[in-house]
C-alpha cells in the first residue's frame, strides 16, 4: 500500500451476516480485480494501483480464537465496509464490528453498502442499518450506497470513490468506457473465430475426397503392417538379440544425408545433416544441435566427424570449415571458416572408421552354409534349412552382407528386410525390416544402426554366487572415511562444484507415489566429468557434471513385491532398500538390504554383473536386513553385517 495506507494490512474489512455471503464474496472480487486508471494514479501518486488485499471474516480467519482474529482484522483495515440489509441489522455481531470502529475513532471510514431494505426505517423489519450504524446521528450520521437505485457496478465503483476521495463520475465514466471496449472486443474474437470456422469448414470439404481415397488406402496399408509384425519386430525386447532403443532425428533429414561417429568409451553418436550437428545420447533418447556456422551450406560435404581418443572433443569438416566441439560442455571449442581453411597449410586429418566399410563379399562365405534359390536367400545347418526373403529378384551382388567387428554375427540386407545371422548357431536369430543399405556396427559391437534407427545388443549379466566366508565380531567391524565432493542438501538435491562454479542437480521431483516411491540415496563424483545419483525404488541417473545434463540411467531392479534375485525378498521382508554404493574403477557398486551387490558400469551405462552374498541361515530366528556395509577399494573384499547379529561376513568377490 502507497503511503497513508502503508500502515494497513488491508485496505478493507468487510462485514456481513452469513445469509448475505455472496453478495461480501462478490463485492471482495470486485475490489480486488479493480486497477485505478493511470490518469487518476498521475494527479494523485499516493495512490495505490489495485485495492487488494481486502478482508472477509469468514474467508481470511486463521485458527484460533475468534473474537481476537476479528478484532486483528478491525485494527489492520483501512476502512470498514458494511453490508446492510434487514438479515445484517439484527445481527449483534455486526454490531460489534461497526461499533469497534467508532469507539476507535474511525467513524468516517466506514461505508454502508445498502443491498435491501432502508436505513433507519419506520417499519423495524424493513431497516437495513446494524443498531450501531442507527445509533450515529446528526454529523455522524452516514448515507449508505445502496445498489437498489444506482445499480450493483456503479454501487462498486461508489464505494472506491468514497475510500479514495475520488469524483464518481470520473472513475463511473472510465468504467463505462472500458466495459464498451471489452464488448466490442468480444465481437470482435467472435466474428474471427466464425470467420475462421468459415474457411476451416470449406477446406475440410475440399479435403474430403481426397481423405476417402487415402482412407481404403490406409486400411490395406495397415492390415500388411499387422501381417508383417507377426514375424518382424523393431520393439524393445529384451529376448530379441537387439532392442530398438531409438531414432537419430536431428531435422528429419533423409539418413542418406547423415555422417556419423560413435563416441569411443560412451553410448553416445554425433552426426550430421542439412541441418546442423547433433550429439545423440543413446540412453535418454535425446538430442542437442551443437553450435556451428552462420555460413550458407556450411554442414554441405562433410569430409569427416570424429570423436577424440578419449571422447572429450569432437572435430569434423565440411564447407562450413573446421568445427572442434568440446563434448562434455556442448561447445565450439574452434572454428576456422572455409575460406581461410583453404588458404591455410592446415588439412584435417580425419582416420576414425569408416562404419559403412564394414561389408563382406556374399562370396568369401562358407559356400556349404549359403546358397540361393528363387527370391529366397537359403542358410542351411546341419539337415534344416531357413528361407528368408531379403530381395524380389536375388543376386549376389543386391544382397549386402555386414560383419559386427567383435561378435560372431552377419547382418544380411535387402531392398525389404534384413535379417541377423549368429555363426556360431549357424541360424537367423532376429530379423529387421524396411530399410535401405545404410546400416553399421559400432566399433564395440554392441550397437546397430540400420537408416536412422538404432539398436542395442542385449547382454547377459553375470550372476555370481559367493560361498565361501568368514565371521568376526561385529566390534573389529572395518571403518573407513571416505571423501565426498557432493553432498545431498536438505532439498534433496545434489551440490558440488566443478572449477569455479557451483552446481545444483535435482534428481527426484518433490512428490510422493506413496509405497514404492523413488528416493534420492547416494551421489558420486566420478572423475573427471560425471555424477552418479543413487536412487532407491527407481534408476539411478548419471549426469555430465559440466551441464548438469542427465546422459543416461542405470537399470535397478530391487525387489518390489515381484521380482527378486537370491534371498532378497525373504532378507528385507518389504521392499529392499540400498545399503551402501562405492565408485571402483568407474564401475559402480551397489548393496541392497537383501545382500545382493549389482556392478555397473559407468561410461556404457549397463548393469554388468550381480552378485549374491552369503549368509548363515538361522532357522530358529527370522533373518533381518543388511545393517551396515563396506567394501575396500579395490573391490576385492566386501564385509558387512545384519541387523541384529553379533558377527560381521568378508568374502572376496
Known amino acids: 500500500m502507497e503511503t497513508q495506507y502503508r500502515q494497513y494490512e488491508y485496505f478493507a474489512f468487510i462485514s ?21 486508471p493511470t490518469a487518476v494514479r498521475k494527479t494523485n501518486p499516493e495512490l495505490p494501483k ?56 474511525r467513524g468516517e471510514f466506514i461505508i454502508p453498502f445498502i443491498i435491501g431494505g432502508v436505513p433507519n426505517a419506520i417499519q423495524s423489519e424493513e431497516e437495513c442499518f446494524p443498531e450501531g450504524l442507527r445509533k450515529l446521528k446528526g454529523e455522524k450520521e452516514l448515507l449508505g450506497i445502496n445498489i437498489n437505485e444506482m445499480g450493483r457496478d456503479a454501487a462498486a465503483i461508489k464505494v472506491i470513490a468514497s475510500m479514495f476521495g475520488l469524483r464518481f463520475d470520473v472513475l463511473w465514466q472510465r468504467f463505462r468506457r472500458n466495459a464498451r471496449k471489452r464488448k466490442i472486443y468480444i465481437a470482435a474474437g467472435l466474428l474471427a473465430i466464425l470467420l475462421m470456422t468459415i474457411v476451416f469448414a470449406v477446406v475440410l470439404w475440399r479435403k474430403n475426397s481426397e481423405i476417402e481415397r487415402q482412407n481404403s488406402q490406409l486400411n490395406i496399408l495397415v492390415a500388411n503392417l499387422k501381417e508383417e509384425n507377426k514375424t518382424y519386430t523393431q520393439l524393445r525386447n529384451a529376448t530379441e538379440r537387439y532392442s530398438y532403443i531409438g531414432a537419430l532425428r536431428g531435422n528429419d533429414s533423409d539418413d542418406d544425408l547423415m555422417y556419423i561417429a560413435y563416441h569411443p568409451t560412451e553410448p553416445i553418436i554425433a552426426f550430421s545433416d542439412d541441418w546442423g550437428f547433433w550429439i545423440h545420447y543413446l540412453k535418454t533418447n535425446t538430442e542437442v544441435l551443437l553450435p556451428g556456422s552462420d555460413e550458407p551450406y556450411s554442414t554441405m560435404n562433410v569430409e569427416g566427424l570424429e570423436f ?15 568445427f572442434v566441439w568440446n563434448v562434455e560442455s556442448n561447445t565450439l571449442q574452434k572454428h576456422i571458416p572455409i575460406s581461410e581453411l583453404l588458404n591455410s597449410e ?9 562404419y559403412y566399410s564394414q561389408k563382406i563379399s556374399f562370396d568369401s562365405l562358407d559356400g556349404e552354409k549359403f546358397e540361393y534359390a528363387k527370391n529366397q536367400l537359403i542358410i542351411r545347418s546341419g539337415d534344416t534349412s531357413l528361407f528368408t526373403e531379403l530381395y524380389p529378384d536375388v543376386w549376389s551382388d543386391r544382397i549386402t552382407v555386414l560383419k559386427n567387428p567383435v561378435y560372431d554375427e552377419l547382418l544380411f540386407v535387402g531392398e525389404h528386410r534384413a535379417a541377423l545371422y549368429d555363426e556360431n548357431a549357424n541360424d537367423f536369430i532376429q530379423f529387421f525390416k524396411g530399410y535401405g543399405s545404410k546400416f553399421c556396427f ?41 571423501e565426498r565432493s557432493v553432498r545431498i542438501n536438505e532439498a534433496d538435491e545434489i551440490e558440488y562444484d566443478i572449477g569455479t562454479r557451483h552446481k545444483v542437480i535435482e534428481v527426484i521431483k518433490p512428490y510422493s507415489n506413496g509405497n514404492g516411491q523413488e528416493f534420492l540415496s547416494d551421489a558420486h563424483f566420478v572423475k573427471p566429468n560425471k555424477i ?7 534408476k539411478h541417473r548419471v549426469y555430465n557434471a559440466n551441464t548438469g545434463q542427465l546422459i543416461g540411467t542405470l537399470t535397478n531392479y530391487v525387489w518390489d ?24 574403477n568407474r564401475n559402480l557398486y551397489v548393496v541392497s538390504s537383501g545382500a545382493i551387490i549389482r556392478v555397473y558400469d559407468i561410461d556404457k551405462l549397463r548393469q554388468i554383473a550381480l552378485i549374491e552374498l552369503p549368509f548363515q541361515i538361522e532357522s530358529y530366528k527370522r533373518m533381518g536386513a543388511i545393517d551396515s556395509c563396506l567394501i575396500n577399494d579395490d573391490g576385492s573384499r566386501i564385509f558387512y553385517y545384519f541387523d541384529g547379529q553379533e558377527f560381521f561376513y568378508e568374502c572376496k568377490i
Open 561 to 584: 513385491g515381484n521380482e527378486s534375485y537370491g534371498h532378497e525378498q525373504e532378507l528385507s521382508h518389504a521392499e529392499s532398500y540400498i545399503v551402501y554404493s562405492k565408485v571402483i
Open 308 to 322: 577424440s581418443e578419449d571422447g572429450m572433443l569432437l572435430t569434423s569438416s565440411s564447407w562450413g570449415g573446421l
Open 16 to 36: 456481513y451476516k452469513r445469509e448475505d455471503e455472496k453478495w461480501a464474496k462478490w463485492l471482495q472480487h470486485k475490489l480486488e480485480s479493480y486497477s485505478l
Open 442 to 482: 559400432s566399433p564395440n559391437g554392441d550397437c546397430l544402426k540400420i537408416g536412422k534407427d538404432l539398436f542395442e545388443r542385449n547382454i547377459r549379466i553375470d550372476t555370481i554366487t559367493v560361498e565361501s566366508y568368514t565371521t568376526r565380531p561385529v566390534a573389529q567391524f572395518p571403518h573407513a572415511v571416505e
Open 532 to 538: 552418479v545419483a543413487i536412487v532407491g525404488q527407481g
Open 50 to 105: 489495485k485495492i487488494r488485499p481486502i478482508f472477509r471474516d469468514q474467508s481470511d480467519l486463521a485458527g484460533g480464537n475468534l473474537k481476537e482474529e476479528i478484532e486483528k482484522g478491525l485494527e489492520g483495515s483501512k476502512f470498514l465496509i458494511v453490508i446492510c440489509s434487514p438479515r445484517a441489522a439484527k445481527s449483534p455481531w455486526v454490531s460489534k464490528e461497526v461499533e469497534y470502529f467508532i469507539q476507535h475513532g
Open 346 to 354: 592446415i588439412e584435417p586429418d580425419f582416420s576414425a572408421v569408416d
